[in-house]
């Protein structure tokens, strides 16, 4: 029960930062590269349970609650920030996702396993920490491919 409450109180906190201080424009610009990475790792999510890469305590629910409550939480939050500091910085991206999945997979992996929060099975924090870090280069290739200009075949036809 506190352990939700902290989830919930978490993903609050973190969405009022953003609503407060992330600017609109930046909101709107990378919403899109948030919510496609956001449905990558909800996909994920569904399928670790066939191939037994980790275990929730309390089944299936718990396990689409903790999901959810990461996804639209920290992940989703932390995203916006990280585009909103350092798009158009491939390197300093790069380094800051490097140093955040790095984080996620060997400090606060062993700490969840450790309060049973879930349990790695057929995954290791390498594993994690590698898929995460793709998952950041993708974003970044879709942030780039969708917001690259119109090409002169592609640009509307403006009518006087």
């Known amino acids: 029960m506190l352990a939700n409450f902290f989830r919930i109180f978490n993903a609050v906190i973190l969405w009022l930062i953003v609503l407060f201080f992330l600017p609109k424009q930046s909101f709107k610009r990378f919403l899109p590269v948030t919510l496609f990475c956001s449905f990558l790792l909800l996909t994920v999510e569904m399928v670790s349970p066939i191939f037994k890469w980790w275990?929730?305590?309390?089944?299936?629910?718990y396990r689409l609650f903790d999901a959810?409550?990461?996804?639209?939480?920290?992940?989703?939050t932390f995203n916006l920030w990280?585009?909103?500091f350092t798009?158009?910085?491939?390197?300093l991206y790069a380094l800051?996702?490097?140093v955040m999945d790095s984080i996620f997979?060997?400090?606060?992996?062993?700490?969840f396993?450790?309060?049973?929060?879930?349990?790695l099975k057929n995954f290791t924090p390498t594993k994690m920490f590698l898929l995460y870090y793709s998952f950041s280069l993708l974003n970044y290739g879709f942030q780039k491919y969708f917001e690259k200009p119109l090409?002169?075949?592609?640009?509307p036809i403006i009518s006087k």
Do not use: M, Q, T
């Open 82 to 84: 990280v585009f909103h």
């Open 151 to 155: 090409s002169k075949e592609n640009k």
């Open 96 to 98: 800051i996702n490097l």
């Open 113 to 119: 396993e450790k309060i049973g929060h879930f349990k």
């Open 87 to 91: 798009f158009g910085k491939f390197s």
């Open 105 to 111: 997979a060997y400090l606060l992996v062993p700490i």
């Open 68 to 76: 959810l409550a990461f996804i639209l939480g920290p992940f989703f």
């Open 55 to 61: 275990v929730v305590k309390g089944g299936y629910k």
